[in-house]
T-cell receptor, first 113, second 117 residues
């Protein structure tokens, strides 16, 4: 079972920031928060991950609350190409060779012109 | 680099037929995975291979077998296809991305769309 809860869908206007919430109230100390997205009919694409500090890369920012029970993925300037299903996933990063991911249903983001 | 490639892209089978889905990666990754995705659902892990020569069951392994042929290739076999196996199948790979050996992200292929009638 997925360890995260996400709204089913949301939309935002092109050029505006998209803030995608995720609840993970049972997260353990060794578990990371990952975000992936899946554009229609394609394979999922890694976006970002974090443990407890906020993270930023060229695609997005990840804000994790101090108690780590929730997080928000921020796309600072959404474009039409960001329309996709976004998955918030909580899993431990292993020091071994496997990192299994448990996908829920994700949140469908629709960016409108 | 091509990344993760999958063949075929589309396949229609009759109930009871067998087939093998092919997956290859050119990123020198140790780990490879097979997922299935049913309409409106997230991905579910079928089998994975932590390293060459090893395979393990995931969440939904029944009706499937896998072979890690070498470091590059990981195949998924349906011995006797059933309509319940109609799905989109994704292969993925991951590798060590830091000196600590921690694994951060999986790279996915474009998928194989399988219909079993």
């Amino acid at each position: 079972d997925a360890k995260t809860t996400q709204p089913t869908s949301m939309d935002c206007a092109e050029g505006r920031a998209a803030n995608l919430p995720c609840n993970h109230s049972t997260i353990s100390g060794n578990e990371y928060v990952y975000w992936y997205r899946q554009i229609h009919s394609q394979g999922p694409q890694y976006i970002i991950h974090g443990l407890k500090n906020n993270e930023t890369n060229e695609m997005a920012s990840l804000i994790i609350t101090e108690d780590r029970k929730s997080s928000t993925l921020i796309l600072p300037h959404a474009t039409l190409r960001d329309t996709a299903v976004y998955y918030c996933i909580v899993e431990p990063i292993t020091t071994g060779a496997n990192s299994k991911l448990t996908f829920g249903k994700g949140i469908t983001l629709s960016v409108r012109p | 680099n091509a990344g993760v490639t999958q063949n075929p892209k589309f396949q229609v089978l009759k109930t009871g037929q067998s087939m093998t889905l092919q997956c290859a990666q050119d990123m020198n990754h140790n780990s490879m995975y097979w997922y299935r995705q049913d309409p409106g659902m997230g991905l579910r892990l079928i089998y994975y291979s932590a390293s060459e020569g090893t395979t393990d069951k995931g969440e939904v392994p029944n009706g499937y077998n896998v072979s890690r042929l070498n470091k590059r290739e990981f195949s998924l076999r349906l011995e006797s296809a059933a309509p319940s196996q109609t799905s989109v199948y994704f292969c993925a790979s991951s590798g060590f991305t830091s000196p600590s050996g921690r694994v951060y992200e999986q790279y996915f292929g474009p998928g194989t769309r399988l219909t079993v009638t």
